[in-house]
């Protein structure tokens, strides 16, 4: 009998401990207290997972305190690792994050895998999600397993890796609809963890060579979606320049059959924002700089910036005194319609305008206001506050979509500037100064 545990209950980890508790026992294991016990009450801040349905699936499993594995389909989640001993399949999906040098942070896959390597038996099954560079389950985490264990890869316990695909707040493309890569140390790994897989994911599976080509896939998955967007980032500042607007370029452009609609933006996230770097780190060792892709990190990562300076200069232009212009920026989440600030640019936007010591504020009705302040010490308040010199619009958010120019005249001094960053009031804004990328 499977019998699965799921470490690291996030975005990734909660909607798959959730979908194989549909068939299995499942236990999702998580170093945060606080997420297990919200979990435990129904309660998934990350909005991935509805209330009811949380409830149920925990409920359906019928688990006392301590369940010492529950034979019933279900979940129950736990923060102690007595509760996962007696698995035999680990899915590992915790964060891989970079540090300030835009290094990849391993240390919750390294933590993970010792976790996992205290209570491994004989027999069982290690399948990583997690987001990382081709050869790091194989030389960064196994080792560890091998280590903590006792225990030898192939002839005691095996291991696979399956990319996570999914994409938090499309209600669409879900986990159980997107076909899912898989890839195991062995041939009977392969069959097994694609057998697992293919019971729970109704779009299918892809069995991939082995567990690095799996790996690349994914990283590959995000780096190209970074560089297309870095370079309709690039086209946004020549057209700038040019006076035209790329979405009307890119409206244009879209008519040909083979032209790839991407637009110009800021890109934050946990995803791709983060895992060319890794690609670039793993480049860096085999003794190859990435200059493509580590081109498009730059300009990315550069946006926020070139966006407040963008709002300097139409201040000034307006005949604005910066020390006295108030600017509201609607948006803080890295992505309309979550609730996720990780890597978000729109911090970018607003440190740059404090260092012309203009005045922010900033309001997103997705974002826990207590989080931001405490991860980038920004305040977000409920709703605009006053008169404001420029408005800031950073996120499609869909109730910003409903937006008119009504709505920003409400709070906009005179020659006030709207700045629509994903080009949402294109052709709709005459009263107001009108700048998109
Ligand atoms: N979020 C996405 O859209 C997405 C999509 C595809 C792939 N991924 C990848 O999936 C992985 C997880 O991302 P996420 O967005 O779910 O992260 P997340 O931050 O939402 O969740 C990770 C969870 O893991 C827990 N955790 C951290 N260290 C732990 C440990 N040692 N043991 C147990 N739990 C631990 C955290 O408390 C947290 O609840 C990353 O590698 C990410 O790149 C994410």
Not at 5 to 28: C, D, E, Q, S, W
Not at 199 to 216: F, L, M, P, Q, Y
Not at 275 to 299: C, M, N, S, T, V
Request: charged share 25%.
């Amino acid at each position: 009998m499977n019998k699965i545990v799921v470490i690291g209950l996030g975005y990734v980890g909660l909607p798959l401990a959730r979908l194989f508790a549909t068939k299995y026992p499942v236990v999702g294991f998580d170093i945060n207290k606080k997420r297990v016990s919200e979990l435990m009450s129904g309660i998934d801040s990350t909005l991935e997972i509805d209330e009811v349905i949380l409830k149920e699936i925990i409920s359906s499993c019928h688990c006392g305190v301590n369940p010492q594995f529950h034979q019933k389909k279900g979940l129950f989640c736990s923060n102690n690792l007595d509760d996962i001993r007696n698995s035999n399949i680990y899915i590992i999906t915790v964060p891989t994050p970079i540090d300030e040098y835009n290094q990849p942070d391993l240390t919750p896959l390294i933590n993970a895998s010792a976790f996992v390597g205290k209570v491994l038996n004989k027999g069982d099954y290690i399948i990583y999600e997690s987001t990382v560079y081709p050869g790091c389950t194989e030389e960064d985490c196994i080792p560890i397993l091998e280590k903590e264990s006792g225990l030898t890869l192939g002839k005691d316990f095996k291991v696979g890796y399956s990319p996570e695909r999914i994409n938090p707040g499309d209600k669409v493309n879900t986990l159980s609809n997107t076909k899912k890569i898989v890839s195991g140390c062995d041939d009977e790994a392969l069959n097994k963890i694609s057998q697992l897989y293919e019971s729970i994911i109704a779009a299918g599976i892809h069995r991939a060579t082995n567990i690095k080509v799996a790996e690349a896939a994914k990283i590959i998955e995000n780096t190209q979606r970074d560089i297309n967007i870095a370079l309709m980032n690039e086209l946004s500042i020549i057209f700038s320049r040019i006076g035209l607007n790329t979405y009307d370029v890119i409206e244009a452009a879209g008519t040909k059959w083979n032209f790839l609609k991407y637009y110009p933006g800021l890109v934050g996230g946990h995803c791709i924002g983060v895992d060319p770097y890794y690609l670039l780190h793993k480049a860096k060792q085999k003794g190859y700089h990435a200059q493509l892709i580590g081109a498009g990190r730059f300009i990315n990562d550069s946006m926020g910036t070139y966006i407040a300076k963008q709002t300097v200069k139409k201040l000034l232009a307006a005949n604005k005194h910066l020390l006295q212009s108030r600017v509201l920026i609607l948006g803080f989440t890295f992505k309309e319609n979550v609730a996720d600030i990780r890597n978000s640019k729109v911090a970018y936007i607003v440190k740059e305008l404090q260092s012309y010591r203009v005045k922010t504020n900033v309001i997103d009705p997705y974002v826990d206001m207590e989080n931001v302040m405490h991860e980038y010490q920004i305040e977000v308040i409920k709703e605009p506050a006053g008169k404001y010199d420029a408005i800031i619009v950073t996120v499609a958010h869909k109730e910003y979509r409903e937006y008119g120019e009504e709505y920003f005249l409400n709070f906009s001094t005179k020659n006030a500037i709207l700045i629509d960053v994903k080009g949402l009031y294109k052709n709709q804004i005459k009263q107001l100064s009108y700048w998109s990328l």
